[in-house]
């Protein structure tokens, strides 16, 4: 029988197991996507960044369930030791998010619509209005960057926005959610599972300011845009965990994805904010006051419930005898791994 272990190693250790099976899952997406290197070299550019985007996606709805499976062979015995849950299969538990049925398809679809035109619609709009500056750094960091299709005639744009948005919606819930938010409350408590994938997701927006196209802007834009895809990941990961549903994520962050390339295409051809406002945000967001009014009382419901989930998170986990001084220490310990596994993950994923 193994001794009595203090509440900090138990804390430390559960975030190592956790850290090991994400190095692993990391690196064979990474060799998976050495297959996007030699298409590149062989498509036109603008052909090629639609495509790239379509093979990551699918490129990480097979690969982390299939190292998953690797990892769950090959810690099997060290998993045991920490996995605070039963845990038969965690390939099958990542690909069951996913799973849509007849009964279940109705709710799914209406927290899709609620997730986009409460939260994803109301803070894009907000934010361009308030600080309209950010639709500039967007525009320079995405578009300036990374994707030449908003360059070409409208046709281009439109047919690469039709798989571009699906494709990075797919590949960020399935990466985040589905398997570091969804995953890591096997090892640890839910609510830290929540933050740590929240603030890796944040990162991955932020690290926007380290990129040659946002060199010399001010720093307040990328801190708006983390604090964002921040609060938007906690939002998102709570969901899952609770629901297990991944699909009204996806579903809402790819309808997003297309106004927000949208109002960013406006912009670089020469439209005024203004025009997206009175014909595209401005209807969105009455859409949304309705749906608000019509679901209130389940909104009210779920509120209710997540709020009292994320308090949980700053009190003691009586599981684990925790102190004051061990629930600060396990608060920085989440941030200090979501920050390492992003630098993993920018190295091998992104």
């Known amino acids: 029988m193994r001794g009595y272990e203090t509440p900090l190693k138990t804390i430390l250790r559960q975030r190592l197991y956790y ?34 985007y379509l093979v990551k996606a699918a490129i990480i709805i097979t690969a982390i369930p299939l190292f998953l499976y690797l990892a769950n062979f090959l ?58 500056d950010t639709l500039i750094y967007h525009s320079t960091v995405l578009v300036f960057g990374y994707n030449s299709y908003f360059f070409g005639n409208y046709v281009i744009f439109v ?24 995953r890591g409350s096997d090892y640890f408590n839910k609510m ?66 297309v106004i927000t390339s949208h109002t960013i295409w406006n912009y670089i051809n020469g439209t005024d904010f203004s025009f997206m406002t009175m014909y595209v945000y401005l209807p969105l967001l009455i859409i949304g ?18 709020f009292k989930e994320f308090k949980t998170y700053f009190a003691r986990d009586k599981r684990l005898k925790e102190s004051s001084s061990h629930v600060i220490i396990r608060i920085m310990l989440d941030f200090l791994f979501g920050l390492i596994i992003f630098l993993i993950g920018y190295v091998t994923v992104f």
């Open 19 to 52: 850290l090991l099976e994400v190095l692993i899952i990391f690196l064979g997406i990474f060799i998976f996507m050495l297959i996007t290197i030699s298409l590149s070299f062989i498509i036109d550019r603008v052909i090629f960044e639609p495509l790239y």
């Open 75 to 132: 810690m099997e015995k060290q998993r045991k030791k920490i996995i605070l849950k039963e845990d038969i299969s965690p390939s099958k538990n990542f690909l069951n998010l996913f799973k849509i049925t007849k009964k279940n398809f109705k709710f799914q679809l209406l927290y899709g619509l609620l997730l986009l035109f409460l939260i994803f619609i109301p803070l894009d709009f907000f934010t361009y209005f308030l600080a309209p």
């Open 159 to 182: 047919s690469s926005i039709i798989f571009v948005p699906l494709s990075v919606a797919i590949y960020e819930e399935s990466l985040t959610r589905g398997f570091l938010a969804n």
């Open 192 to 257: 830290s599972a929540v933050i740590l994938s929240s603030f890796f997701f944040g990162l991955g927006h932020f690290v926007f300011i380290f990129t040659i196209p946002s060199l010399g802007l001010p720093i307040i834009f990328p801190t708006i845009w983390f604090l964002q895809t921040f609060l938007v990941g906690i939002i998102l990961a709570m969901i899952v965990q609770r629901r297990h549903w991944i699909f009204p994520g996806i579903f809402a962050h790819t309808l997003n994805n």
């Open 289 to 306: 006051i309705i749906l608000f009014i019509w679901q209130f009382s389940r909104i009210k419901e779920s509120l209710s419930i997540g």
